[in-house]
């Protein structure tokens, strides 16, 4: 388990453990809770709930293998998560290799932001991949994460779409 105690010395950055996993799903689910908000939309208590236990699941299941999280703590108590899970994507002109890291669920709790933790979660997450040999990492950005990640190298790409499949 690495620690990183640089840049605030009262925020402890950490690698999650299976103990940590409750409160990154509801961080999970305050997130979706925030960018639905923030579009006007609103997200049924239901489908909040069925979020976290899903994502908790997801955690349960990938984070000895697939999924490496990172937690900020102060004062004992954790006030921001995030994670990378590796997947399989096709070789690339600029990455021939076909693994590939991605990022997702950075959260940091509304009175603690403007602190740094998502740039420090997702600067571990970058070490992370180097020392695994993965060079291309990809997000979903919330237009609030957007800057924050831009600032730390992240641009958009015009290739990506999706499809809901239902």
Not at 38 to 62: D, H, N, P, T, W
Not at 113 to 133: D, M, P, S, V
Request: aromatic share 6%; proline share 4%.
């Amino acid at each position: 388990m690495t620690t990183d105690q640089s840049e605030t010395p009262e925020l402890l950055l950490r690698e999650a453990s299976a103990g940590d996993i409750p409160v990154m799903a509801q961080h999970h689910r305050m997130m979706f809770e925030e960018i639905w908000a923030q579009k006007g939309e609103a997200l049924s208590v239901e489908r909040a709930g069925e979020i976290e236990k899903a994502y908790a699941r997801k955690l349960e299941a990938e984070m000895s293998g697939l999924c490496t999280a990172w937690v900020i703590e102060e004062a004992g108590e954790i006030i921001a998560s995030g994670a990378i899970t590796l997947v399989s994507f096709v070789p690339h002109p600029y990455d021939p290799s076909s693994k590939v890291a991605y990022l997702h669920s950075i959260y940091t709790e509304k009175s603690h932001r403007n602190r740094k933790c998502a740039g420090r979660i997702i600067e571990a997450a970058i070490r992370h991949c180097l020392t695994l040999g993965i060079s291309r990492m990809i997000l979903s950005a919330s237009n609030a994460g957007k800057p924050i990640y831009e600032k730390i190298g992240f641009r958009s790409t015009p290739e990506m779409m999706r499809l809901f499949i239902k």
